[in-house]
């Protein structure tokens, strides 16, 4: 394995993956994809210097597809309160129930500064998967299926199935002006159309280099708050120097 | 799913690519009604026939555009059906002005939208007789036509489409190659305007040839559900489903090409592929080769569609709904026969979708798709679990009972429910029967519920049977494939289909004693019983069985008596068999509660003995 490549377990009760083509009564994918691989990495660890390069993903139980009927609404949350009797929709969802998955994913930095090897992340978010410390709560596909992570275990084994797929979304790409474009992929094996999780393993690592080039869009903070977060990221580098 | 429906599409159309019959801008369109006019626009008159297909303008979503030349008779003569409106104002008590004026002013509206429409191919020279038709030669043309419309077509027919007649060369004016040409370039222009920079891939096949923009996909008819209309597969209605800034049908990333081929794929499913005459009357009833409707009758709300990769039409699901002893039998030999010789079957992809029409779109329930070989494996597991064995009164012997896939379905919560609960039943058993998987803990539950409520049903008059026990095959049925299914895990004995004497599980013992109890007391009463032991305690002594048995076994000794004072060797033998049960009863203790899953094996063991108990009946009867 490449010193740069980590490995984490997730596992939760439910997850929900949406196919983008079938997002109003939602049906999930029968696999993680590669954007929620990378959204529960971010959770745990995120810093503008580097991206994450999803390789893989395990699937360590078999696929259960289960099936809800929620209260959902019908417009966008905003500044506006919401009155529920006026927006209330229903809206069927299909959802995998009983998951857990091995995500491998490496640090990816387009250049190597000295300062911050990469190396060092790949420490920092060891450390932090050992503690259970994550920014925000890791989801899996949908905020509401929150999901447990740690390191794994030697008896963590996938599932020897072969799962098609079809088309699956890979991530959204942001441009220079931080416009999303979906992208998706077709074929991840020689030999077979579609995608497919060959043995339990979902190989997404040549086909993710594309959104290695995506823009990480910065948002407009304000003065003040900028210069806290700039102190407060100095602090806990020169931090993990001293305990080196 | 979309990929797999588009791949079906194409099969469909293999040998006609690049024709224009399969080009994205037109499409087949009923017709029914021809508007005769000679070159010079004068009206003749109208011809009414029989339903036919025609190639038109693709139009994906209907409401607010109009489709050229080809269309209802609001849109193009601007006609209302004023009797009909009135009616409908005076069922609705709204004044009839009012009406009336809001259906000519709609009227109007469509009109204005075929005449836009229209005035785009005004360079088109074949379509001069058309434009005089409603310009220069108006009182001649369309005046004329409006005013008999209303006399020349039948009230039943005026819903359908109109297409215009040229009187001299008896041919369709819209089924010219310039017109279709004129359609093609039109719409490719418009593809071209709607290509983005920002999807630029398709999510299905990949490629950049056709854009992706928020363009309805088109619409699927036949789904079923309530109300009856056509349904989209794929929309974003609200803007609370849109995300990252795209509107509508950009957020699929489904280009024009993909969509046409699936919604053309799911509406050649969900169709039907032949119609039969009725028993009754009227209507011919439909027949499917890719569809199932799979709850209740009157509201069916959830249906599956199934097809092969390579053979697309497949009759093996045929099975599920007329089970008989001599096909599942064949079925079972050409299973085994396929295993055990070299020659298999050319292996093929089975996909089966499962959806149901909610009020607005279509919501898919399941997703299936598995191999051939694994979809006939599993069927013959399916039978295997559900075959149970019935005594059959007219042949005097036990029958091996296939239930068919329907009556599973109703017996779980009831015939007579309007219940949507129907549909849910039906796709959780689909998925049960297709792939292999075991039934969830609620169908247990509701099975145990039905048979325990509906224990005190009395036969009807003139007929030998309880409703219950009509049911009670079905059920059992169900009971014993979750129980199979389920001890596949855990290593328990599986349910045999008739009396299994080695199984020593005590619930399906105590179940056999009850059933015992049950005929001492009928023998003891001599036929003459109003609420036997089943119609009181079945629920009681499947549920807690140490209190109940110990009653029961007070009674059933007092009823040993009475028979022993009247036939000593019949008193013998239920005495024997009773022991022998009772002896199996681990330290002769009954337990103080059964779990759901005993109360299954109970109601299992209880069924068994009866049917056993009929048999021998009848055979000493014969002796």
Request: aromatic letters at 0%; proline letters at 0%.
């Given at each position: 394995m490449n010193n740069n490549t980590v490995r984490i377990k997730v596992w939760g009760e439910f997850a929900c993956f949406t196919r983008p083509d079938l997002k109003v009564e939602r049906m999930t994918y029968p696999c993680m994809t590669p954007s929620a691989a990378r959204g529960v990495l971010d959770s745990i660890l995120w810093k503008p210097e580097f991206t994450w390069h999803v390789h893989r993903i395990l699937v360590l139980k078999p696929v259960k597809f289960y099936s809800v009927k929620r209260n959902e609404i019908k417009k966008k949350q905003g500044k506006t309160p919401i009155v529920v009797e006026e927006d209330r929709a229903q809206r069927n969802s299909i959802v995998l129930k009983d998951v857990a998955y091995i995500i491998e994913a490496a640090v990816h930095q387009a250049t190597s500064p000295v300062k911050n090897p990469t190396k060092k992340y790949v420490e920092m978010f060891n450390r932090r998967v050992g503690k259970g410390q994550c920014w925000r709560r890791p989801y899996l596909g949908t905020r509401e299926f929150a999901a447990e992570f740690s390191l794994p275990d030697e008896n963590d084994k996938q599932i020897p199935e072969d799962i098609p797929i079809g088309s699956m979304f890979l991530d959204m790409w942001y441009d220079d002006k931080g416009v999303p474009m979906p992208k998706f992929f077709y074929n991840n094996f020689a030999g077979l159309t579609g995608v497919w999780v060959r043995q339990g393993v979902l190989e997404c690592a040549k086909e993710y280099e594309q959104i290695l080039t995506s823009n990480h869009p910065r948002g407009h903070i304000a003065e003040y708050p900028r210069q806290l977060i700039h102190e407060f990221n100095l602090t806990e580098e020169t931090s993990e120097e001293d305990m080196r | 799913m979309i990929q797999q429906l588009v791949e079906l599409s194409n099969r469909l159309k293999k040998g006609q690519e690049g024709k224009k019959t399969t080009h994205d801008a037109l499409t087949k369109v009923p017709v029914g009604i021809d508007c005769v006019i000679d070159q010079k626009g004068n009206f003749k008159r109208f011809i009414v026939h029989e339903r036919q297909n025609t190639l038109a303008e693709r139009i994906a979503a209907k409401k607010g555009k109009a489709r050229l030349l080809v269309d209802k008779a609001e849109e193009m003569l601007e006609f209302v059906d004023e009797a009909k409106v009135v009616a409908k104002a005076a069922k609705q008590k709204k004044k009839p002005e009012n009406a009336l004026e809001d259906a000519r002013a709609q009227s109007k509206f469509k009109h204005e939208l075929f005449r836009n429409k229209l005035d785009n191919y005004r360079h088109l020279k074949q379509l001069s007789g058309v434009f005089s038709f409603y310009e220069s030669n108006r009182m001649d043309g369309i005046e004329k036509a409006r005013k008999a419309f209303a006399k020349e077509v039948d009230e039943k027919q005026r819903i359908g489409n109109i297409t215009f007649l040229d009187s001299s060369e008896a041919k369709r004016l819209h089924e010219q190659d310039s017109i279709y040409d004129a359609i093609i370039a039109s719409y490719e222009t418009s593809m071209t305007n709607l290509k983005n920079k920002r999807f630029d891939r398709c999510s299905v096949c990949g490629s950049t040839s056709h854009p992706v923009g928020d363009k309805p996909h088109g619409m699927i008819k036949g789904v079923p559900g309530q109300p009856r209309r056509d349904r989209a597969f794929v929309s974003y209605n609200k803007s609370a489903f849109e995300s990252y800034g795209m509107t509508g049908n950009e957020n699929s990333s489904i280009c024009t090409h993909c969509a046409k081929a699936y919604v053309d794929g799911l509406n050649w499913l969900l169709a039907p592929s032949s119609w039969v005459p009725s028993e009754r009357k009227g209507k011919p009833r439909p027949v499917f080769k890719n569809r199932k409707d799979i709850s209740n009758d009157r509201s069916n709300d959830t249906a599956v569609v199934f097809w092969l990769r390579k053979a697309v039409e497949t009759s093996i699901l045929d099975i599920l709904d007329n089970p008989t002893e001599d096909n599942v039998r064949a079925m079972f030999d050409s299973v085994f026969e396929g295993r055990r010789t070299a020659t298999k079957i050319e292996p093929d992809t089975f996909y089966a979708i499962t959806l149901s029409g909610t009020a607005a779109r279509i919501a898919v329930r399941d997703w299936i798709e598995t191999s051939l070989e694994n979809l006939r494996a599993n069927l013959v597991r399916w039978f295997q679990d559900i075959e149970i064995a019935r005594y059959d009164p007219d042949q005097s012997k036990l029958m091996k009972h296939y239930s068919r896939f329907k009556s599973l379905v109703w017996n779980v919560k009831g015939k007579s429910d309007n219940d949507v609960q129907h549909g849910r039943i039906g796709a959780v058993l689909w998925k049960c029967a297709v792939t292999g998987h075991s039934p969830p803990l609620w169908l247990l539950h509701a099975v145990l519920n039905r048979i325990r409520a509906e224990q005190s049903s009395k036969p009807e008059e003139?007929?030998?049977?309880s409703r219950w026990e009509i049911k009670l095959p079905d059920r059992i049925a169900l009971l014993k494939l979750y129980l199979n299914r389920k001890t596949n895990q855990q290593e328990r004995s599986q349910f045999m289909p008739e009396l299994d004497k080695s199984n020593q599980n005590t619930a399906y013992t105590c179940g056999r004693i009850f059933a015992v109890f049950e005929s001492i007391q009928y023998h003891a009463s001599g036929g003459n019983l109003n609420a036997g032991i089943r119609e009181r305690f079945f629920s009681f002594a499947s549920t807690m069985p140490a209190t109940a048995f110990g009653r029961l076994c007070k009674l059933a000794q007092h009823h040993l008596s009475k028979i022993r004072g009247e036939n000593v060797g019949l008193a013998v033998n239920l005495d024997k068999k009773l022991q022998e049960l009772m002896s199996r009863v681990e330290g002769t203790r009954f337990p103080a509660v059964f779990s759901l899953e005993d109360q299954a094996s109970f109601a299992i063991g209880y069924y068994h003995q009866r049917q056993k108990d009929f048999t021998t009946k009848q055979s000493n009867k014969e002796e």
């Open positions: - | 003139g007929k030998k049977r």
